[in-house]
């Protein structure tokens, strides 16, 4: 069985400020990991993934999110932060049954002007 | 691509009344999900099909609930009858089937039940 554990539940941070999102997970068979966003009253949407290779895996805005397998870990890390960013964020971890992902809590990142 | 597609976006309705959400997933898509999301719960996953075909409905919280995919182009999920605490926003999310890689959601459809 896998599980997906957010540290946080709210990240309040100021506008330019770095911001680590943490994301733990357990697993008994190879993992994917995934981060998504979710803008309010929209659907989640894929920030970045880790399938294979590099631990260290960026996306197109910034973010990026780094692979610790000894720490079961996948936080998620950005050096400044903009308003733009406010929104919540989910882990996820997937296994070889393909699509079926179990999801965290959430974390809510709310920057501040 | 117009993307998953889901409606209503919005549905309110009375205790004891049907609902009927709808989804039409990514063309080419061989999975489709649905999850729900509330605050105290967070994302949970309902049921899932591969190819029109449910694969697990373990998280279909009760009898109350119904999920059909009767092309691969389609699927809804029934609540029959309605409680206030289905309240909630269910979400649609498809994949492709092949390899590994992310679901695709879409907007979701908010439903209150008074």
């Known amino acids: 069985a896998q599980s997906v554990t957010q540290l946080d539940s709210q990240v309040p941070v100021f506008e330019e400020a770095p911001v680590e999102l943490r994301c733990n997970y357990s697993?008994?068979?190879?993992?994917?990991l995934f981060w998504y966003v979710q803008y309010p009253n929209q659907g989640l949407q894929l920030l970045l993934k880790?399938?294979?290779?590099?631990?260290l895996v960026k996306s197109i805005n910034g973010f990026e999110a780094e692979f610790n397998k000894s720490q079961t870990s996948f936080h998620l890390r950005k050096p400044s932060v903009h308003i733009s960013d406010t929104a919540e964020y989910f882990c996820?971890?997937?296994?070889?049954?393909?699509?079926?992902?179990?999801f965290g809590d959430g974390t809510t990142l709310t920057v501040k002007p | 691509d117009a993307g998953v597609i889901q409606s209503p976006r919005h549905e309110v309705t009375e205790m004891g009344q049907e609902v009927t959400l709808r989804c039409k997933p990514i063309?080419?898509?061989?999975?489709l999900f649905w999850y729900r999301q509330t605050m105290m719960r967070g994302l949970e996953l309902l049921i899932y099909?591969?190819?029109?075909?449910?694969?697990?409905d373990s998280g279909m919280p009760e009898d109350r609930f119904s999920a059909k995919m009767p092309n691969a182009s389609f699927s809804t999920l029934k609540i029959q009858p309605s409680e206030p605490r289905d309240s909630a926003v269910y979400f649609c999310?498809?994949?492709?089937?092949?390899?590994?890689?992310?679901?695709?959601f879409g907007e979701g459809s908010r439903l209150t039940v008074l």
């Open positions: 996820a971890v997937s296994d070889t049954n393909a699509g079926k992902s179990t």
């Open positions: 697993s008994s068979v190879s993992v994917y």
């Open positions: 999310a498809s994949y492709p089937g092949q390899g590994i890689g992310e679901l695709f």
């Open positions: 880790y399938l294979s290779g590099s631990t």
């Open positions: 099909f591969n190819n029109n075909v449910p694969i697990d």
């Open positions: 063309s080419g898509h061989n999975s």
